[in-house]
C-alpha cells in the first residue's frame, strides 16, 4: 500500500525550490497573537510560471502530547499572471507566500504542506515553544 509518507517530499529549504518555509518565533506568549510566515521558493526560487506553480499550502499546529494535529492555515494560490498574451508573455508572476496569525496556549509543532502542479507534494515542521 503506498501511504502519502511514501509520496510526501522533505528536503532542505536552502537548495530545495519546493519546500515550505515556516517563518515564525521560536517561542511566544501563550494567549497572544504571532505571525507566521509560510513561502515555498524562500531561498531558491520556483518558478511559478503559468504551466508550473505551486497550487496551494497548508498549515497545521500540533500541540505538544496531541493525538491530532489542527489546521491553521490553508492558502490557496489560484492565479498566476496569466495574460492574453499567450502562456508566460503578462507583465507579472506570483511568488507563493503568505502570512497569517495564530495564538497558541501549549508548545507544539508547526507543520507546513504544499503542492507543486508538476513536482508533487513536499512537507517541513517547526518547533514552537511557550515562553
Ligand atoms: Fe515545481
Known sequence: ??????????????????????????????????????????????P???????????LYFKPEGAKFPFQVGRFDFTAHGESAEGPNQGPVYTHPCAVTSLKIDKPGVLLAASYCNIHGLWESSRGIKIK
Open 1 to 46: 500500500m503506498t501511504e502519502f509518507k511514501d509520496v510526501i517530499q522533505k528536503a532542505d529549504w536552502k537548495k530545495e525550490k519546493h519546500v515550505p518555509v515556516i517563518d515564525c518565533p521560536d517561542e511566544v506568549p501563550a494567549g497572544q497573537n504571532f505571525d507566521v510566515q509560510v513561502c515555498v521558493g524562500k531561498e531558491v526560487a520556483h
Open 48 to 58: 511559478n510560471t503559468t504551466e508550473h506553480h505551486i497550487r496551494w499550502i497548508s
